[in-house]
């Protein structure tokens, strides 16, 4: 029995460090736990030390989209110009590779770790993207349609 528990346990320890934890948190009232007793600063200092303040501001202030650096860059670098240089993972090549596809400076904030992105630029981001992967395929599947055509016409001499 205690085998196979280390192994769901494991197996569930990858998925969670995994994943990307998405919720949100239980806030106490009050710290008695009295009901109907509301205090203020002991709720603004729970959700202050959860971050929730922090993400309410920056959406707030007009940045819906947070990526990672690295995430960014590998998810859009192909949407730069064939021959130019691979950007950094960092803030500094993110924020360059977004300048060269032309996203106004006034259109995201660079973070420590993270890209803020205004409304509507990650889903202009990602059309671009989705109509460049769908150009790739149809030049892919062109030139598997030529190859095998000329297979063909090598068997027919």
Do not use: W
Not at 121 to 140: F, G, K, M, P
Request: net charge positive; glycine share 6%.
């Amino acid at each position: 029995v205690l085998p196979a528990f280390e192994a769901q346990l494991r197996a569930l320890s990858t998925i969670l460090e995994s994943s990307e934890s998405r919720f949100v948190r239980c806030i106490k009232p009050n710290m008695t736990q009295q009901a109907g007793l509301f205090d203020a600063d002991s709720v603004r200092r729970q959700l202050r030390s959860s971050a929730v303040i922090a993400a309410v501001e920056t959406i707030a202030a007009g940045y819906p989209d947070r990526l990672p650096h690295a995430h960014l860059v590998k998810r859009y670098r192909s949407l730069l110009p064939r021959g130019a240089p691979a950007p950094s993972e960092d803030g500094a090549g993110a924020k360059a590779m977004l300048l060269d596809l032309g996203v106004a400076q006034d259109r995201f904030a660079v973070g420590h770790t993270k890209m803020f992105i205004r409304a509507g630029v990650a889903q202009h981001l990602e059309r671009l993207r989705e109509a460049r992967l769908a150009e790739a395929s149809t030049s892919i599947a062109a030139v598997e349609r030529a190859r095998v055509q000329r297979a063909k016409f090598k068997v027919m001499l």
